[in-house]
């Protein structure tokens, strides 16, 4: 008796029914999503370019919108909710590290501490904050809002979590790129001066994860790597401590109140704020749509 059957006409090409339908259902959903809270978002700030904002009202007069992504991209954000989930719900939470609200799955129970260890199913809640800036006008859309990933405490010391999953390309630069952070004298201008993924990985992140630090009252705070193709090669994650820096804070602050004073009322005629990039030919810059303008000094 043979194993091998004779040759039978199965049909295995697959293609073309699934994918499509996943990527047009991420497509439909971007109304249903929830809406992001109305601010400054903590994790765009550091590369936010008040200057940008300003060029872009003055001379494409555009009306700020909801911000819209592609199928793609919205897929790599639920792959993300995925790994931060498995980490908060399923790791950190059993391990009885994670504090601050739980909700049990599909009830009204809420409670606040570690997550009880009651054979339920818990979901963390991010600690949210909402920062109003001194200087600018009354209303939601200029506030800093943001939500942490965690927080831990650790051997009875509290420390502010952010995770961040990342290709191996990047998680391997990491630890160069955190190490000569110590050299940054301009966090304004380190959004723009960026030209390799790990340095921008790590500034970027760290400048997060300062914001969420000062907003929640934490001294001390870990930027955690998990690498989306892990090998024998490297280590299972990588972490980084952080120290609360308040001039981080500073930094973000500044850059909503220079946009307030170039949106003057809503004609736009106020200062134009300095940029964030120190050449046209940086990376920032090449994403800028008003490059040109910035650099040959057409501010009228
Ligand atoms: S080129 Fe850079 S500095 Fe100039 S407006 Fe754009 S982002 Fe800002």
């Not at 008796?1 to 040759?7: E, N």
């Not at 719900?89 to 009830?107: H, I």
């Not at 120290?243 to 909503?256: F, N, S």
Request: negative net charge; aromatic residues 8%; glycine residues 12%.
């Amino acid at each position: 008796m043979s194993w091998v059957s004779d040759a039978i006409d199965v049909p295995r090409e697959t293609s073309g029914i699934l994918v499509p339908k996943i990527l047009g259902f991420l497509g439909s959903d971007r109304d249903s999503s929830p809406p992001r809270a109305t601010g400054y978002h903590a994790s765009a700030m550091f590369d936010f370019c008040p200057r940008e904002t300003a060029l872009v009202h003055r001379h494409f007069k555009v009306v700020p919108g909801k911000e819209e992504f592609s199928s793609t991209t919205l897929f790599t954000f639920k792959r993300g909710s995925v790994t931060h989930g498995i980490l908060q719900n399923g790791v950190l939470a059993k391990m009885g590290v994670l504090v601050g609200w739980w909700c049990k799955l599909n009830t009204e129970e809420r409670v606040e501490g570690v997550c009880p260890q009651d054979g339920g199913v818990w979901e963390y809640e991010e600690p949210s904050f909402r920062v109003s800036i001194d200087g600018t006008p009354d209303g939601p859309q200029w506030d800093l809002v943001g939500a942490c990933d965690g927080i831990l405490v650790l051997d009875g010391q509290t420390v502010g979590l952010e995770a961040k999953s990342c290709k191996t390309s990047i998680y391997r630069g990491l630890p160069k790129a955190f190490e000569d952070m110590r050299l940054i004298r301009d966090w304004y201008a380190a959004g723009g001066g960026s030209s390799k993924w790990h340095d921008k990985y790590a500034r970027g992140h760290t400048f997060q994860l300062q914001i969420y630090l000062n907003a929640l009252g934490i001294e001390d705070g870990v930027v955690l790597y998990l690498p989306k193709e892990p090998t024998q090669d490297d280590p299972p994650l990588l972490e980084f401590a952080v120290k609360r820096d308040p001039g981080v804070m500073d930094v973000a602050k500044k850059k909503i109140r220079l946009v307030a004073e170039a949106e003057n009322g809503g004609d736009w005629r106020g200062p134009v704020p300095e940029g964030i990039c120190r050449t046209p030919g940086c990376l920032r810059a090449q994403k800028c749509p008003v490059v040109n303008q910035c650099f040959s000094g057409d501010l009228a």
